[in-house]
T-cell receptor, first 111, second 115 residues
């Protein structure tokens, strides 16, 4: 089955800096790659996603890049703000919504 | 309500007891999913419903776990003879259409603690 590795496990940045989280996946047939943000005591919330026919997608301060050949994808957050502090999860899937998640990255943005 | 609703938000039970966890998906969403999140870890897929049918139960860890969905709406996840390793947050998600990998909308989860 699919296996998703996510790095780093923790990331600490100063407000205004950029943050990058990277994931690799094992199944070359996977075709959908969402990113979720999870705040304490809440369920994960989708923040951006990308499909395998697209190399890059941007939404305001958030962008995701996908390299199908290398089987990795990354989340980029620019001009970080304290409210960006949360746990971020990447995921990959081929079939329906059976997402395989990475282990998560705890992002801390210091004011 | 506007989002996925799960109840109870917290459940404490004794080892060996049965528990039922409830999920109310977003109205009109045909696909419903259950995931488990152990402390400090990612989410593990448990089961997926399309309508009232469960085409994929491959993530259920043992025969103590079962789930059903009725009226293409509410779903219940039942854990029989709970064990301490069942302690986790159980998350439910729904999406408009599983066939096209539509976005998943998660509830806030049920924190299950087995003493």
């Amino acid at each position: 089955g699919e296996n998703v590795e996510q790095h780093p496990s923790t990331l600490s940045v100063q407000e205004g800096d950029s943050a990058v989280i990277k994931c690799t996946y094992s199944d070359s047939a996977s075709n959908y790659f969402p990113w979720y943000k999870q705040e304490l005591g809440k369920g994960p919330q989708l923040i951006i996603d990308i499909r395998s026919n697209v190399g890059e997608k941007k939404d305001q301060r958030i962008a995701v890049t996908l390299n199908k050949t290398a089987k990795h994808f990354s989340l980029h957050i620019t001009e970080t703000q304290p409210e960006d502090s949360a746990v971020y999860f990447c995921a990959a899937t081929l079939l329906h919504g059976k997402l395989t998640f990475g282990q998560g990255t705890i992002l801390t943005v210091h004011p | 309500g506007a989002g996925v609703s799960q109840s109870p938000s917290n459940k404490v039970t004794e080892k060996g007891k049965d528990v039922e966890l409830r999920c109310d998906p977003i109205s009109g969403h045909t696909a419903l999913y259950w995931y488990r999140q152990r402390l400090g870890q990612g989410l593990e897929f448990l089961i997926y419903f399309q309508g009232n049918s469960a085409p994929d139960k491959s993530g259920l860890p043992s025969d103590r776990f079962s789930a059903e969905r009725t009226g293409e709406s509410v779903s219940t996840l039942t854990i029989q003879r709970t064990q301490q390793e069942d302690s986790a947050v159980y998350l439910c998600a729904s999406s408009p259409n599983s066939a096209t990998n539509e976005k998943l909308f998660f509830g806030s989860g049920t924190q299950l603690s087995v003493l």
